[in-house]
Each structure stands twice: as structure tokens, then as C-alpha cells.
């Protein structure tokens, strides 16, 4: 077995606070690995520092073989490597349509491209609208983004990092905010993606989790303190002490 | 609504097409030259909305590229003067290096502030155009605080005679033309998209994979460029070079001119431009005719007082309507963008 991620002995501390703490974790090619844990427990700041926007303090992000820690944000989604915000993050002035497209652009060699149009480059518009079709948005193409509802911009952050046609997904809460009908419509769309691409899935929605994830870490105030299957972690007694509670039971 | 801002912005540019008939008609040479300035710092504003409108930019500066061409102009008329190089008053040599050194500067320029946000890149633009304003006024040789009277333009052979106002006029509303067409195709091409998506939501693009700095800098490098461009035909239209032009008053009016007409719209810098001119020449007299009509005494004072007025209501036509002039024209009125 590959792997796609290797997470070694990672550090990141906000003044006092320990985000990160010595975490060490590896992700499978082609597995979904869900990360879940408590509010604060440091899931955004893991993702945040394997895209590169955080600066870990210490310890190795290693992805598709090689050592991409210091490496710029551009660069390590150009080695196929993207994201999904937990708070949705588009271009609320652009369409759905157009986002998508800037997306797929940006995988397409350099932009310095000045005279044709692109809202009309078939290049851009054909990925742009299949990646929609595949989020279920393809009768919203041409809605600004900020009007779309909730659920459909979180489906629409999924089309964006699809676009970027990546090795591995890194899902920051894509459920977040989202009623049960819009859950479920997400959870199918990531099943239908499973196998081809690695996901790292960070999730509070405890079904979607254990509907998705073939293997599962816990993480709590920065580290990691269980990872197993499915089955383990919700029979591992300190995980159902420190996070899962009661609620895991009938999960 | 989209009628009546396409039917508005089609008269006003062919308004413009006709401003020296009209004038000498009516034997008022003194509009060939007002309306000349309105096209150059159309051209001047337009350049500044590539990046302040499309690319969310605000530079502070934008009076040192408009200088550095007028500069080119100027300095090629002092070789030429005084020491009888006569190569140095080539038109398309002015034009050509009007474009390619104000575009350098803005590159490097560009290259230090765009790596700071929001006040700091307003600041350091600021500050870089106010270094250059100090440059050339310790430049003693090419007439320091006191500029360059030129007595010899642009010189474009027998293509055409810059002497003669209208064809002034009509090299400038060519560029003009050029300059939005050059825009138009820019800001809608793959690279526009990136420097518009920059602005829009910067960390998503680089999340996506692209290097955000080095568009926006290009975007700024053009912006530049076409500055100079203006700067080239305002040395031409005043006959005059100086320091002052660099000042960073200027600057001001510039994001003005933008604010007021229109950001990232591509006639709104034109009709921006248009209007503050406009009102620079109009208001005092407006304001005089004003106070004689309520009945009040010593109405040149009036007239003199034209700021405190032109000040406030810049500001309530930006307040008012978010979108400026062709904000307005589109029908959006009140507090949506
Ligand atoms: N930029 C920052 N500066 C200071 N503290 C931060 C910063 N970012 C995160 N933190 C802190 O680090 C801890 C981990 O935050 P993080 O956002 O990674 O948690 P999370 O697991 O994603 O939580 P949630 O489930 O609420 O999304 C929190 O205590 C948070 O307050
Ligand atoms: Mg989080």
C-alpha cells in the first residue's frame, strides 16, 4: 500500500496554545480518512498547514513522495493537492459557472493570456460545467455565487477544488451549516468521488463519517488519539470518553 | 435601464468625436484644449481602474506614471533645445519610451508594494510617487521646481502636426479608443479573470493554484504603462512639464475620477474623468450665478469658495450612488455595490 500523505511529528502553536501537537499521521492512496475531534481541536490548522497556508513549527507534510513543507500554497495544488473551506470561501461576486472556471484555469498552464475572452473558452467553460453537473449544480451555473443557497455553495467549493482535477482532497467540513436533505445529497456526491481520489475528510456529522471513512483519527487538542477503522473508533473506549459520548451508540 | 447607460455612453464618446468642429464653429478653441485634458486623464483614470477597479489595488501614486511620461517629452525637449539633438523631439521615440519607462517603474514599484495589503500598499505608493515627485525637483538641469516651457512638441514628421490643437485632440481621443479597446480585451481574457478573481477572494486563487503576486504586478506594470501614455499627451496639450503634475494631489483626483465615474466599468473612468473636469470649470461660476440670484453681495468670493462645495458633494455622489456615474446610469441607486 502507498501512501499519498505522510504527517511527521507536526508542531504548530499559536502563542500558549499547542494547535498541533507532535502529530504524526498517514493517509492511504484512494482511502477516505476522516479526522474528527472536538471544537479547537486543531482540524483546520492540520489542513491549513498541509495546503501551506500555516507554517508548521515542526515536523514534515510529505505528499506524493516528496517533502512539500515549505512548499507555497500555488504550488502544492499544482502537485494535486486541494481544498474545501470550512467557511465557504468563493467568489461571491463571480457565477457559479465562472468560479468553477477559474479553477479549471488555473490547471490549464500559465494566465498570461491577454486577448481572448474567457467566459467563452470552451476549455474552460466544458470542464467548468461537468465539474457542476457532478456537484449537482448544473441548472445554477449562471448564478452569482452569493446568491446561491448555503448547501449550494458548499457544493460549489466542492466543484472548485474538483476543478483543480486533484490527486487528493483535503473536505474542511463540507456538511457544515447543512440541513439533513443537503447532507445526505453530499454524501452520495463524495461516494460517487471515493476510490478515485484520496480524501481527508474533517467532519462534526457523525453519520456522513462513518457512511464515508474507511479509516478514522480522532484528534484532540492537537493530537492524534486513536486511528483505526470505523468499527475501532467507535468501540475504543477513550474516544467515546474524550469525544464520542453518548451520542455514538446508535451512530 | 441598459439602454439608457449604452445610449448615454454612446453620446458622450461621440460628444467627444466632435468637440473641435464644434469648437472652432463656434470660435472657442479654448474647449479643444479643456476637452483634451478631459481625454487625458480619461486615459489616466482608465489606467488606474485596471487596477484599483478590476484588480481591488488602490494605488496612491498613479501621478508619478502620468509624470514620468510628461517627463519623457520634456527631457527629449531640452536634449533637442539645447544641445541640438534634434533626434531627441522624435514623436513615436516620446510615445514609445512615455510607455516603457513609466511601465518599468510601476513594475518595480509594483514588485516592493504589492507585497503589503490594504493601508500599507496606499502608503508605500504613495510614498515611491512622492520620491519621484522629489527626484525631479532636485533635477535642476531639466528646470526643477520651476518645470520645462516646451517650444517644440512631439515631433510625428509629416503623420501629424501636434502644434495644431485638433489634431492633438483627435491623436488623444484615438488613444483613448485604443486604450479602452486594449482594456476591454484585458480584463475579459484569462489574465483579467485572475487579476478580477484576486480581488474577489485572493486566497481562493492561490488555494486553486495560482500565483496571485505575479498577475497583479503584471496588471500593475500595464497600468503603468498606459499612465505614461496620458503623461505623454498631457506634456503635448500644456506645452508644460512639471513636478507638479507628479504631486500627489494628483493621485487623489485620479482615484476620484475613477470612484466618481464608475469602478472596474470600462467607461466609467471616461465618464468620471468628464465630469470632474466639468465640475472643476463650472462649479465657481455656477456658484457665483447662484449667489447672485438669492441676492447676495460680493458674489467673486463665491466663486472662490468652489472647493469647500466640490469636496462634499464628490462625496455624496459616491455615497449615493455606489456604483458612480455608471452606477448610476444602471439604475443602482443606494448602498448595493
Ligand atoms: N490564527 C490563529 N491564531 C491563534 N489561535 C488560533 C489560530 N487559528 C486557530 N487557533 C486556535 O487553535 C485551536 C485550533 O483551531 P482549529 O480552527 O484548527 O480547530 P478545529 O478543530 O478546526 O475546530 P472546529 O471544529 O471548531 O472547526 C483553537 O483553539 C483556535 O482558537
Ligand atoms: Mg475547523
Redesign the interface.
Known amino acids: 500500500m502507498s501512501e499519498a500523505l505522510t504527517i511527521e511529528g507536526l508542531v504548530k502553536q499559536f502563542g500558549g496554545l499547542t494547535a498541533t501537537d507532535h502529530l504524526s499521521l498517514s493517509v492511504t492512496k484512494g482511502e477516505v480518512h476522516a479526522v474528527i475531534g472536538p471544537n479547537g481541536a486543531g482540524k483546520t490548522t492540520l489542513i491549513g498547514q498541509l495546503?501551506g497556508?500555516i507554517t508548521p513549527d515542526a515536523g514534515t507534510v510529505r505528499f506524493a513522495g516528496r517533502d512539500v513543507t515549505g512548499l507555497?500554497?500555488?504550488r502544492r495544488?499544482?502537485l494535486g493537492l486541494?481544498?474545501s473551506?470550512q467557511i465557504t470561501?468563493?467568489?461571491?461576486?463571480?457565477t457559479a459557472r465562472?468560479n468553477v472556471?477559474?479553477?479549471v484555469?488555473?490547471?490549464q498552464g500559465h494566465?498570461?493570456?491577454?486577448?481572448?475572452?474567457?467566459?467563452t473558452?470552451q476549455r474552460?467553460i466544458g470542464p467548468a460545467e461537468e465539474h457542476l453537473a457532478t456537484v449537482g449544480l448544473a441548472d445554477r451555473a449562471g448564478v452569482t455565487a452569493s446568491s446561491l443557497s448555503h448547501g449550494e455553495q458548499r457544493q460549489l467549493e466542492l466543484a472548485?477544488?474538483l476543478?483543480?482535477r486533484p490527486a487528493m482532497l483535503l473536505l474542511d467540513e463540507p456538511m457544515a451549516g447543512m440541513g439533513p436533505e443537503d447532507s445526505a445529497r453530499m454524501v452520495e456526491i463524495l461516494k460517487r468521488l471515493k476510490g478515485d481520489l484520496t480524501i481527508l475528510l474533517v467532519e462534526h456529522d457523525m453519520d456522513a463519517v462513518f457512511a464515508l471513512a474507511d479509516r478514522i483519527t480522532v484528534l484532540v487538542y492537537g493530537r492524534a488519539i486513536a486511528t483505526g477503522s470505523p468499527e475501532q473508533i467507535r468501540n475504543d473506549p477513550d474516544v467515546r470518553a474524550a469525544y464520542l459520548g453518548e451520542e455514538s451508540a446508535d451512530a | 435601464m441598459q439602454m439608457i447607460r449604452v445610449g448615454f455612453i454612446a453620446l458622450v464618446m461621440l460628444a467627444l468625436a466632435v468637440v473641435p468642429v464644434v469648437a472652432n464653429a463656434i470660435d472657442e478653441p479654448f474647449y479643444v484644449s479643456l476637452f483634451t485634458r478631459m481625454l487625458v486623464l480619461a486615459i489616466a483614470a482608465s489606467s488606474l481602474n485596471l487596477v484599483l477597479g478590476y484588480g481591488g489595488m488602490v494605488s496612491f501614486g498613479h501621478a508619478a506614471y502620468l509624470g514620468l511620461g510628461s517627463y519623457v517629452v520634456g527631457i527629449g525637449f531640452y536634449h533637442a533645445a539645447n544641445d541640438g539633438m534634434d533626434w531627441a523631439l522624435n514623436g513615436w521615440m516620446h510615445l514609445a519610451l512615455a510607455i516603457i519607462i513609466p511601465g518599468l517603474a510601476a513594475l518595480l514599484i509594483g514588485a516592493i508594494s504589492l507585497r503589503t495589503r490594504g493601508v500599507y500598499f496606499i502608503m508605500i505608493t504613495l510614498a515611491f510617487s512622492q520620491m519621484l515627485y522629489y527626484f525631479f525637483i532636485g533635477l535642476e538641469r531639466y528646470g526643477g521646481d520651476d518645470g520645462l516651457s516646451l517650444w517644440y512638441l512631439s515631433d510625428f514628421g509629416s503623420v501629424m502636426d501636434l502644434n495644431d490643437d485638433s489634431q492633438l485632440y483627435y491623436l488623444a481621443y484615438g488613444l483613448l479608443l485604443l486604450v479602452l479597446f486594449i482594456l476591454y480585451?484585458?480584463v475579459?481574457?484569462?489574465?483579467?479573470?485572475?487579476v478580477r478573481?484576486a480581488k474577489?477572494?485572493e486566497?481562493?486563487?492561490?488555494?486553486?493554484?495560482?500565483?496571485?503576486y505575479r498577475?497583479r504586478l503584471?496588471a500593475f506594470g500595464i497600468s503603468g504603462a498606459i499612465c505614461g501614455v496620458a503623461g505623454f499627451l498631457m506634456a503635448n496639450q500644456s506645452e508644460f512639464v512639471s513636478t507638479s503634475e507628479m504631486h500627489w494631489v494628483h493621485s487623489g483626483d485620479l482615484i476620484v475620477m475613477v470612484v466618481l465615474g464608475g469602478m472596474g466599468t470600462l467607461f466609467g473612468p471616461v465618464l468620471g474623468a468628464v465630469g470632474f473636469l466639468m465640475l472643476e470649470q463650472y462649479l465657481p461660476e455656477l456658484m457665483e450665478g447662484v449667489c447672485h440670484i438669492i441676492g447676495g453681495s460680493s458674489c467673486g468670493i463665491a466663486g472662490e469658495y468652489w472647493k469647500m462645495v466640490f469636496g462634499p458633494l464628490l462625496i455624496l455622489i459616491v455615497l449615493f450612488a455606489r456604483g458612480g456615474i455608471d452606477g448610476l446610469l444602471q439604475g443602482k441607486v443606494g448602498r448595493n455595490v
Open positions: 495546503t497556508e507555497a500554497v500555488h495544488s499544482m486541494a481544498r473551506f470561501n468563493v467568489l461571491a461576486d463571480f465562472a472556471a477559474l479553477a484555469q488555473a490547471h494566465s498570461f493570456r491577454f486577448w481572448r475572452k474567457a467566459a473558452d474552460l472548485m477544488a476543478a483543480t | 480585451r484585458l475579459n481574457s484569462r489574465f483579467g479573470m485572475v478573481g474577489s477572494n486566497r481562493r486563487l492561490m488555494a486553486v493554484g495560482f500565483p496571485t498577475y503584471v
